[in-house]
């Protein structure tokens, strides 16, 4: 069955056009199977741990608020995990040399994404957009350690920036949950494939990033919010 999730849909196309593009090369430097094992296991095992240890500090009458920042923290880890995992996925498969003072160990994902925008010559909402998808503002955020907590259970980034501060709630971090969930298929289900002969695609970059800014309103704020 078709996956018609937008955000599986234009995170595979996003692929498409970057081997379409010659920009894929096989990285063996980070390349670990057992890391991504690892992590396709503790996805797995993430929602049911998650809901027990809620009940069990529900057991222990935790304060309401305590339980809340638990929770927060620990959906905040679980969306960060996938980010650090789509930042190791592209350097796997780019190729550094074409890319414009290339990428190492310490290239953050944010970094990654301006390269591979550049290079392709995306038009600045292509570029808003891809850094939505892959939230890359969340992603700096963490990365740089400017975000906190606050008591009534809500995730803030850049606190001390006017400009950048942006508030989330836990149904927000559910919803990113979701997102990171599906790009994280998409990039699986891309890899079983690069080596298929080409397929016509009916999707095109621009038809997928329109489909994406005009999704329900839910989905609109949350592009809104972190691009």
């Given at each position: 069955?078709?996956?018609?999730?937008?955000?599986?849909?234009?995170?595979?196309?996003?692929?498409?056009?970057?081997?379409?593009?010659?920009?894929?090369?096989?990285?063996?430097?980070?390349?670990?199977?057992?890391?991504?094992?690892?992590?396709?296991?503790?996805?797995?095992?993430?929602?049911?741990?998650?809901?027990?240890?809620?009940?069990?500090?529900?057991?222990?009458?935790?304060?309401?608020?305590?339980?809340?920042?638990?929770?927060?923290?620990?959906?905040?880890?679980?969306?960060?995990?996938?980010?650090?995992?789509?930042?190791?996925?592209?350097?796997i498969i780019l190729d550094?040399?074409?890319?414009?003072?290339?990428?190492?160990?310490?290239?953050?994902?944010?970094?990654?994404?301006?390269?591979?925008?550049?290079?392709?010559?995306?038009?600045?909402?292509?570029?808003?957009?891809?850094?939505?998808?892959?939230?890359?503002?969340?992603?700096?955020?963490?990365?740089?350690?400017?975000?906190?907590?606050?008591?009534?259970?809500?995730?803030?980034?850049?606190?001390?920036?006017?400009?950048?501060?942006?508030?989330?709630?836990?149904?927000?971090?559910?919803?990113?949950?979701?997102?990171?969930?599906?790009?994280?298929?998409?990039?699986?289900?891309?890899?079983?494939?690069?080596?298929?002969?080409?397929?016509?695609?009916?999707?095109?970059?621009?038809?997928?990033?329109?489909?994406?800014?005009?999704?329900?309103?839910?989905?609109?704020?949350?592009?809104?919010?972190?691009?």
């Amino acid at each position: 069955m078709e996956n018609t999730n937008p955000n599986y849909r234009a995170t595979l196309v996003i692929l498409n056009d970057i081997e379409k593009n010659g920009l894929y090369h096989f990285n063996p430097k980070y390349h670990d199977e057992k890391f991504f094992l690892n992590f396709i296991g503790f996805q797995k095992g993430f929602s049911s741990s998650f809901s027990e240890v809620i009940r069990k500090l529900d057991d222990f009458d935790t304060k309401r608020e305590d339980v809340i920042i638990f929770a927060v923290y620990s959906m905040m880890s679980f969306v960060n995990s996938h980010l650090a995992v789509f930042e190791k996925f592209l350097k796997i498969i780019l190729d550094s040399t074409k890319l414009k003072g290339g990428f190492d160990e310490d290239t953050t994902l944010s970094q990654i994404l301006k390269k591979v925008c550049n290079k392709m010559q995306y038009n600045p909402k292509l570029k808003n957009a891809i850094r939505g998808l892959f939230l890359a503002d969340f992603a700096d955020a963490l990365a740089y350690n400017q975000y906190l907590i606050s008591k009534d259970g809500h995730l803030i980034i850049y606190p001390k920036d006017e400009e950048k501060k942006k508030q989330i709630s836990i149904d927000e971090l559910y919803d990113d949950s979701l997102q990171v969930r599906a790009i994280f298929n998409a990039m699986l289900d891309w890899s079983d494939t690069t080596d298929d002969p080409p397929k016509n695609k009916t999707d095109t970059l621009d038809d997928v990033v329109k489909n994406l800014i005009n999704q329900v309103n839910s989905l609109d704020r949350k592009l809104d919010r972190i691009s």
